[in-house]
């Protein structure tokens, strides 16, 4: 709880110290941007992005060889795909009624005219399916694709599960990699706060308070879902499914979604994440090792309730009705959006021109949306993350209850 308050502490002076340049000292931000911000910052991040594939491939080899019985390992991967796929949708659900009661874009006068957009197209969802499988898991771990490193991962582990005896070596050395990973990870931790003070005092001090007055009830949609969401489905799956307190969840993970509130990256604030969870939250090694990274790759509730927000915004700001044919094809095509693109900073802007094009929204509506993205993508990283540490105390809980029945069934 330490490092939390001193996170915290440097959100708050960072928020303040970005305000100020950017009210008061413009030109000296700028200096102060790329000389001290940025690199601080930059930092901060390479830091912790470098551990993300060598401790994502230990921990999951660990994970999978703990989960010697294949039943056990697709009864895991059945329950974990299928949760996020259902908090998914209603997080797209809740985005889409909260932006309706709201109306963000109906009352504000907004330019309209096209801007110079240049998005990357995200990748077809047969192409990433087809791509679980690496043709080169060597290059696979050079680009840091997530899901082909897990599933090369997976098929080495349940290869030593099965081998028994004969891999202990392997074994042995896979768990002392892990280890130093983790201890990496505490160490990279010491830094975070300085980090996150150079993380949000840049993102401010270059939006501006003009930019957040201007988009002030579209910002508030966002809030105020990514919050119902985070309280009433994560809330709801860690005290019925999980059984237990969720405040206690909330306040012992806190560390890691004030992490990745600075960082704006899934992938990033991984290490973080699966220390937190398997430290904090006593969640098992194999059962953190498998849910964690997958979420990380496919599980993005709060960046999915920003396209479900923006698509109604853009469309009450160019004053285009959206039928109900049409919200389900953003609730079906945002969340197979989700299962292919990359947990890195920028990817709901990638995700939110196929949306909008869905639909038949003009994606010039991005531009309108791109000033204060920033902002709104630390905050929606951090229920990303939090989804994936609920997921994983409802899989543990099952998986106790599971060997439970299995022990009273014995006797």
Do not use: W
Not at 143 to 153: K, Q, R, S, V, Y
Not at 265 to 284: D, G, Y
């Amino acid at each position: 709880m330490k490092l939390t308050k001193h996170i915290i502490i440097a959100l708050i002076l960072g928020l303040i110290t970005g305000l100020g340049f950017n009210i008061f000292a413009p030109e000296a931000f700028k200096f102060a941007d790329n000389y001290i911000l940025v690199p601080v910052g930059s930092v901060f991040l390479n830091s912790i992005t470098m551990l993300v594939v060598p401790l994502v491939f230990f921990s999951i080899i660990l994970g999978t060889a703990g989960l010697s019985d294949p039943k056990k390992l697709g009864r895991i991967g059945g329950k974990t795909v299928g949760y996020f796929l259902i908090t998914t949708t209603l997080a797209l659900a809740i985005g889409l009624s909260v932006a309706y009661i709201i109306q963000p874009g109906a009352g504000g006068s907004f330019e309209t005219e096209a801007a110079n957009i240049e998005v990357g197209d995200p990748p077809p969802v047969m192409e990433t399916l087809l791509n679980i499988i690496p043709k080169n898991p060597i290059d696979s771990m050079a680009n840091g694709d997530m899901l082909p490193i897990i599933t090369f991962a997976v098929l080495i582990g349940f290869a030593m599960a099965r081998l028994g005896d004969k891999t202990k070596g392997v074994l042995k050395l896979v768990e002392q990699g892990n280890e130093i990973m983790m201890y990496l990870v505490g160490l990279v931790m010491r830094i975070a706060p300085y980090g996150a003070f150079a993380l949000i005092a840049s993102a401010i001090g270059k939006l501006g308070f003009s930019a957040l007055q201007a988009m002030f009830l579209y910002m508030i949609s966002i809030f105020v879902a990514l919050f119902l969401h985070t309280v009433l489905v994560y809330g709801s799956t860690v005290a019925i499914l999980g059984k237990r307190n969720p405040i206690e969840f909330f306040k012992q993970f806190s560390p890691a979604m004030f992490v990745a509130f600075s960082t704006s990256s899934s992938n990033a604030t991984l290490p973080v994440a699966m220390q937190t969870a398997q430290e904090n939250l006593k969640i098992s090694k194999s059962v953190s090792s498998f849910v964690q990274p997958l979420g990380a790759t496919i599980n993005m509730d709060g960046t999915a309730i920003m396209q479900a927000v923006a698509t109604i915004f853009i469309a009450q700001v160019y004053m285009i009705d959206l039928t109900f044919t049409d919200l389900l094809i953003v609730i079906l095509t945002a969340t197979l959006a989700s299962i292919g693109t990359a947990g890195v900073p920028g990817v709901g802007i990638i995700m939110l021109t196929m949306v909008l094009t869905s639909v038949g929204l003009p994606v010039e509506g991005i531009a309108l949306v791109l000033a204060v993205d920033r902002i709104l993508d630390m905050t929606r990283t951090a229920v990303n993350i939090t989804g994936d540490a609920a997921c994983a105390v409802m899989v543990q809980k099952s998986e106790d209850k599971h060997y439970e029945n299995q022990e009273t069934n014995k006797m």
